[in-house]
């Protein structure tokens, strides 16, 4: 009986502590947002209290069409938060009227264990930025009002982004920066291949990410690798309309930090200006290694440089090239990459003449144009040759 009584209570306190783990759920509705209205301060308001909350909160944004002008939100937080959107939030075409000063419409800062779900879209509606071309990012930089990404995510601790779709951005789509344990699942990127500067996810200065089960299609690289990036992993991601999977460019700044541990696996790019890219600045005082990138498993379609490393990249002709880069590449692998190329040279390996690339690995290369075996254009390397792969020539 006295066991049966003490099970009777452990089970009671199990259920008091399991309900009180559950989460606390904060509708939009209930801080003033509603469907085709402006939610910017009703986000704030509900965001404020999940974060005071000593318990796990989940902020809902339902079904519908809303406007936000821009947020800027920050912990520490209590206790672990999500945010479900399954509806489009669109953000003012013009950029004069998002949150001013901020190159981040959606900006997300120093909080542990966030969540961001559902199937909602973050709508950038980039088009009249794009328009207007150079002179729209020429105001942008000389003036307080920036050319906006669609979200950034700063200083993050064991994050995660799940299926929700970012649209039309003005600038970047999803900047990450100094951050740590983030995961990207089933996130989708959309804009038109002829939309400038708008990558769709920039790592920077951050350790274990993971991109995952995602479709990106944007009008830049589709994932990019900046200064300070470790131990990043791409796997199930289509890639197309856009400039491919990049590591770089760097060395352009002495500030710059190292870049080590990529797997990009199981991935298809189709369409794209680039493939698998690793890119450097010429004549450029930075002085960082680029180490253990792997890439493999990848299927190519029609893409126009499958395999590149340029360590003499330029944009535009505006830099000299009087200089080698004096970024060192090392310990790179290219592993059953299989497809079709849209130019005769499916590799081409342009390292730095003052810190030639090291152990770099060509493992069964099956690439093709007009029916005919891809050729490698290589300089300032020799490849290791693995299996199938196309002999280097000057």
């Known amino acids: 009986m006295k066991n049966s009584r003490i099970a009777i209570i452990m089970s009671f306190l199990f259920l008091v502590d399991f309900c009180a783990a559950q989460s606390e759920v904060l509708q939009i509705s209930n801080f003033g947002g ?5 939610i ?17 909160t989940k902020i809902v944004i339902p079904a519908g069409t809303y406007m936000l002008t821009g947020i800027d939100v920050k912990g520490p937080c209590k206790a672990p938060i999500e945010i479900q959107v399954d509806g489009t939030i669109q953000a003012p075409s013009d950029i004069n009227l998002v949150q001013k000063g901020s190159d981040q419409w959606v900006r997300f800062q120093y909080i542990n ?19 207007q071309g150079r002179a729209a990012w020429k105001k942008g930089s000389s003036t307080s009002t920036k050319i906006s990404m669609n979200l950034g995510f700063n200083f993050l601790n064991n994050t995660i982004i799940r299926d929700i779709t970012s649209k039309d951005s003005k600038f970047f789509h999803i900047m990450v920066l100094a951050c740590n344990n983030i995961t990207f699942d089933g996130v989708t990127v959309t804009a038109p291949a002829m939309s400038p500067n708008t ?23 589709c994932v990019s690798l900046g200064d300070g990036s470790r131990k990043v992993t791409v796997q199930n991601v289509n890639c197309g309309p856009g400039h491919g999977i990049s590591v770089g460019s760097l060395g ?24 698998l890219r690793i890119k ?30 340029d360590q003499e990249y330029c944009p535009y002709n505006q830099c000299s090239k009087e200089n080698p880069s004096k970024i060192k590449i090392s310990k790179v ?4 990459v299989h497809g079709t190329s849209k130019t005769p040279e499916g590799v081409i390996f342009i390292c730095s003449s003052g810190v030639p690339c090291d152990e770099v690995e060509l493992n069964n290369i099956d690439l093709t144009f007009n ?24």
């Open 371 to 394: 029916g005919a075996p891809t050729k490698a254009k290589c300089s300032n390397v020799r490849p290791i040759v693995i299996g199938k792969a196309p002999a280097c020539q000057a």
């Open 199 to 221: 990558d769709g996810i920039h790592i920077g200065k951050s350790t274990d990410v993971k991109i995952l089960n995602s479709n990106i299609g944007t009008g830049d690289d």
């Open 280 to 309: 450097t600045w010429p004549s450029a005082p930075g002085t960082i290694t680029i180490t253990d990138m792997n890439f493999e498993d990848i299927t190519i379609i029609d893409v126009l440089n499958p395999i590149i490393i």
């Open 252 to 275: 352009k700044y002495t500030t710059e930090d190292h870049v080590a541990g990529l797997l990009v696996k199981n991935c298809t790019l189709k369409e794209t200006d680039n493939g």
């Open 40 to 56: 910017t301060q009703a986000f704030i308001k509900a965001w404020t209290l999940a974060c005071a909350s000593p318990t796990p």
């Open 34 to 38: 509603t469907p085709n209205s402006d």
């Open 333 to 336: 692998s290219f592993k059953n």
């Open 113 to 131: 264990s966030l969540t961001l779900s559902g199937q909602g879209v973050f709508d950038g509606q980039g088009a009249d930025v794009w328009k």
